[in-house]
Every structure is written in C-alpha cells, then in structure tokens.
C-alpha cells in the first residue's frame, strides 16, 4: 500500500504542473480572444459611425464658387460655415426651386440681433427665387434647446409661447413676402404636428433610428457634459424632436434644406439623416457663423446689452 501512496504522490505532481500550464493556457487564450472581440466591436462601430452619409466639411474646404445665385452670395457675404453636401446642394439650387426652411423657438416676445443673420438669409433666398418657411416651434420650445446652455430652459405655460408665437411672427413681414406664390414665404408652427404625438408610438416609429453613443457625440451634449451641468432627459429628446420636424416638413411642403447657425449642425444632421433613412429623399443642411458678443459668446436672448429686433 505505501509504494502505491508513493507513486500516486509522484504521478500527481508531475502531472499536475502540466494541468495548471494548460490552465494557464486557456485562460490566455480566452483572454486573447476577449480582446479580439473588443477590438472587432470597436472597429465596427467606428466604420459604422463613418459610414453616416453626411460630408462635414471644414470651412477651409468651401469651394472658391458656386454656380447658383443663393450659394454664390452667401459665400460672398461670409454667411457660409458647413454644408452637407456643397455639390449637390448648389446643383439643386441650379436646377430647380427649393423650399427650405429655419426655425425659430418662441422663447420670448422678440428675436434678437443675433437673430438676423439668419432672417436675411431667408430674404436671400427669397431673392434668388426660392422658397422660404418659418417654422415657428410653439411644441419645441415646451421642451427647451440644450445647445449652448449651462442649465435647463426655463419651462414656459402654454399661454405665454402662444403669445410669444403671435409676437415674433410680426418680425419676419418686414424682411420677407408671405403669400400663396410659388416663392412667397410660409410661417408654420411644429406644435401642428408635435402636440398630437404618441410617445410610445414616436418611440416605436422613429426611435430606432438614433442610438445614444450617436446623440452623446454632438458638441451640444459633450460641452454639457464636460461642464458636469445637468442634461436633463427632457432637453435629451429635444434633438429628436428637431429631426422630426425636418421629415413632416419634407412630407407637407417639399423642404430639401434646413438652414441654421453652425450651433445646430449636430441637430441639422439628426434631421438629414432620419428623413433619409424613413423617406428614402435627398435633403441638405446649410449653417451660418453665429454672431458673438465682444468676448466670443453667441449673441442670444440671455446675452448681456442683447438688442431686441422689434423695440
């Protein structure tokens, strides 16, 4: 019995090292193949976000010139920061009329100076023989813009946007022509089209169309989030909410452009992409420089010595 205990004690320890070096072996393995699948994850996730069918091109890379009227003056004037797609935007231009719209939320009873770059864009385009509309956002500014703020908006009663809605209507007839002519201006509110949404209905519909690592990656979110602000998740939806005006636009009034301050490109994009991916149609996304304050700040409604267009 005793040369049995013996040798069993030897047959283990010389097997065993064996089995702990395959152990070992595995768990490197396995390790290995962990990374591997983290790494394939990531690329595909980086070309997936490459993939998104928008040219973001640098203001260093707007062409020289333009063959279309709108495009030429705006890139004379200076009122030119990013564009979708320049080729395909003045082509259309060229070719065709194009309805294109700006929106503006009725966050107070006037619009500001830094307002009226943006409202002698219209004019332009009117000019040059297209269409403009106003969207006015009597349902978007019950949520709030989070671009360019350190803390939430302050939630505004129905009773004063609609007041704020019927006041600054009055600013945009002394720059524009409204009418029922091919290239007269259209004013139209989102609450026509947001207030009746269904949420779980909006959510099943559209939702599946953003993903969060795409929303976190616009400069809005990230300037927030780096400044450890809240982003509540009422102001989160407000992108979404954006992009969805750009389809029912395009679905009611034939809109192709969005036009913005270069603030807005990220929510600009959102809208391009949704209207693609459900409606199968081309559409673009022109911005403009913001107007700044002495020290480099957007010129807006909060801005200190703020001048009011309608005072």
């Not at 290995?32 to 990531?42: D, G, L, Q």
């Not at 203001?59 to 010139?65: A, M």
């Not at 780096?226 to 809109?255: C, G, I, K, W």
């Not at 420089?289 to 409604?301: E, S, V, Y």
């Amino acid at each position: 019995m005793f040369p049995l205990r013996i040798n069993a004690l030897v047959l283990f320890l010389f097997i065993a090292p064996f089995k702990m070096f395959r152990s070992l072996k595995t768990m490197r393995r396995s390790a290995y193949i962990a990374r591997k699948i983290r790494i394939h994850s990531s690329n595909i996730i980086s070309r997936r976000f490459a993939e998104v069918n928008v040219n973001e091109l640098p203001e260093d890379k707007i062409p020289e010139n333009f063959k279309s009227t709108f495009m030429q003056t705006m890139l004379d004037r200076g009122f030119i920061s990013q564009c979708t797609d320049f080729t395909g935007l003045d082509e259309k231009f060229l070719n065709t009329t194009v309805t294109a719209y700006l929106g503006f939320d009725a966050t107070a009873t006037s619009l500001h100076v830094g307002s009226l770059l943006q409202i002698m864009i219209l004019r332009t385009l009117q000019k040059s023989g297209h269409k403009p509309i106003v969207l006015i956002g009597g349902g978007t500014t019950k949520v709030g813009d989070p671009t360019g703020k350190d803390e939430s908006r302050q939630i505004l009663s129905e009773e004063t946007i609609e007041n704020n809605a019927r006041s600054l209507s009055q600013v945009f007839a002394k720059f524009i022509k409204f009418g029922d002519g091919p290239t007269d201006a259209l004013m139209v509110n989102n609450a026509e089209w947001l207030d009746s949404i269904k949420y779980l209905e909006f959510l099943r519909d559209y939702g599946k169309f953003f993903t969060i690592n795409r929303m976190l990656s616009f400069e809005s979110v990230k300037q927030r989030l780096a400044r450890e602000q809240p982003l509540t998740f009422l102001e989160f939806n407000y992108m979404l909410l954006q992009a969805y005006d750009f389809l029912q636009l395009s679905r009611r009034h034939n809109v192709i452009l969005q036009l913005g301050g270069s603030d807005q490109w990220g929510n600009i994009v959102n809208g391009i992409e949704l209207t693609r991916k459900v409606d199968q149609v081309q559409v673009f996304g022109l911005t403009a420089p913001l107007i700044t304050t002495a020290d480099g700040k957007k010129m807006g409604k909060t801005a200190a010595g703020a001048l009011w267009l309608n005072k």
